[in-house]
């Protein structure tokens, strides 16, 4: 009955560290695809990397312009709004790859983490597991043990007792039915006798 148990729990343990695997699998690859798709923003970001010297060299620019005694014709200042709007863009563009590398970094740490957890919970269960398997094995081996010896006793009582029963019916071929009498006799005292 205990080995029952034990095995049962032993099974249930297999089945958990089995999904604990599964789980850690499924983490390292859906890590995996990330990393590739945060890499792949990486390289178009940073083809598109734009510096902010032109950022400068606009607002300069700018600058003179307005100080000029005259006012710029709306072809410039279409040029301006459109210059502004790209500008905006990029520098959205390049807080989004900050933010991405942020995010990127955060969520390898943190899936790390997760990993290493896994990883430490398998090996202790693993671990418990053989530890287990000792104890059911020394426990085997005692009931065996033990099995044996009863085997080995219980084989001595029947040699002996077929001795005396080959004895015994050798001793009646030889009493006669007034000796079987007596003997019915003591018998009956014996049992009587406190």
Same mark, same amino acid.
Not at 10 to 37: F, M
Not at 131 to 137: F, T
């Given at each position: ?20 695997? @599964? ?22 970001? @940073? ?9 400068? &060299? ?12 005259? @006012? ?47 990883? &430490?919970?398998?090996?202790?269960? &693993? ?49 006669? @039915? ?17």
């Amino acid at each position: 009955m205990k080995q029952s148990i034990q095995c049962d729990v032993i099974y249930a343990k297999q089945k958990e560290l089995g999904e604990l695997r @599964s789980k850690g699998d499924e983490l390292r690859s859906s890590h995996r695809a990330k990393v590739q798709k945060l890499q792949l923003l990486l390289r178009e970001a @940073s083809k598109a990397k734009v510096s902010h010297r032109p950022l400068h &060299e606009y607002t300069s620019a700018l600058d003179l312009v307005q100080q000029a005694p005259f @006012s710029p014709p709306s072809y410039v200042l279409q040029k301006q709004a459109l210059l502004c709007r790209e500008l905006h863009r990029v520098e959205v563009q390049i807080n989004l790859i900050d933010w991405t590398n942020q995010f990127r970094s955060e969520m390898s740490r943190s899936i790390k983490r997760t990993i290493q957890t896994l990883d &430490e919970e398998r090996a202790n269960m &693993e671990v418990s597991l053989l530890k287990e398997m000792v104890l059911l094995d020394d426990d085997l081996k005692n009931l065996k043990g033990q099995y044996d010896s009863t085997l080995t006793k219980q084989g001595k009582e029947l040699k002996l007792l077929r001795k005396i029963v080959l004895e015994l019916s050798d001793e009646r071929k030889h009493v006669k @039915s007034s000796d079987i009498i007596k003997f019915g006799e003591i018998k009956q005292d014996l049992v009587t006798t406190p």
